[in-house]
Structures are given as structure tokens and as C-alpha cells.
């Protein structure tokens, strides 16, 4: 597969990620997100995945790799307010890392 393909497999993926956490919001923040920030919301989730050092963080007895919900959400809230996206409500934007990490869990990729 060429890179062209990893891109559009991506992109398929962010697209169906954002629909699953539209559904998943309450009903009271369901429009309160567009999709461009719910995109760039997982653009960043995933620069915390990558530079926080929890992938690399090894299982518990059990398994596990604890992920701490509260950290991404700061660290979204700070990201965001840097990058001009906008001022977001940490309790808001926890029901968004919430969704992502279903979603997740749906696809069998976290437990």
C-alpha cells in the first residue's frame, strides 16, 4: 500500500472517529462542536499520545495502561487557546476524549 493510501485510510478513519463522537456527545453539546474542531481535537489527541510517552508505558498486571482522561483534556484546552482554536469548557472537551477513547474501545484498540 503507498502513502497516498495510508492518507485516505486515515482520513477515512478521523471521519468515522468524528461521527462516532458526534453521537456520543450529550444531546446538550451535540452542535456546540464543529467538525473542523472536533478534527483538530484528535490532531492533537493524537500529538499527546505521541509525545506524553504513554504508548510506551508498560501494561499492569492486568494488562492495562492507565491513561489519564483529565491530562488530555488540559492538554487539548492549552493547545487549543495556543493555537487560536478557541477558550473550551475542560468538562465539555472531557466528553470528546471520552468519545474518541469508545470509540476505541469499540474497534477493539483500548481496552
Do not use: H, R, W
Not at 456546540?32 to 501494561?59: H, I, N, R, W
Not at 474518541?100 to 477493539?108: A, F, H, T, W
Amino acid at each position: 500500500m503507498g502513502l497516498e493510501d495510508d492518507f485516505l485510510l486515515e482520513d477515512e478513519d478521523d471521519e468515522k472517529t468524528v461521527e462516532f463522537i458526534k453521537n456520543f456527545l450529550p444531546q446538550d453539546l451535540k452542535d456546540k462542536f464543529t467538525d473542523d474542531e472536533l478534527y483538530y481535537f484528535l490532531d492533537v489527541m493524537v500529538d499527546y499520545y505521541s509525545t506524553s510517552g504513554c504508548l510506551d508505558a508498560q501494561p499492569d498486571a492486568d494488562g492495562y495502561v492507565n491513561i489519564d482522561q483529565d491530562e488530555i483534556v488540559e492538554y487539548i484546552v492549552k493547545e487549543a487557546k495556543k493555537d487560536g482554536m478557541g477558550d473550551f469548557n475542560p468538562e465539555d472537551i472531557l466528553f470528546v476524549v471520552q468519545g474518541e477513547m469508545e470509540y476505541g474501545n469499540s474497534l477493539g484498540q483500548v481496552d
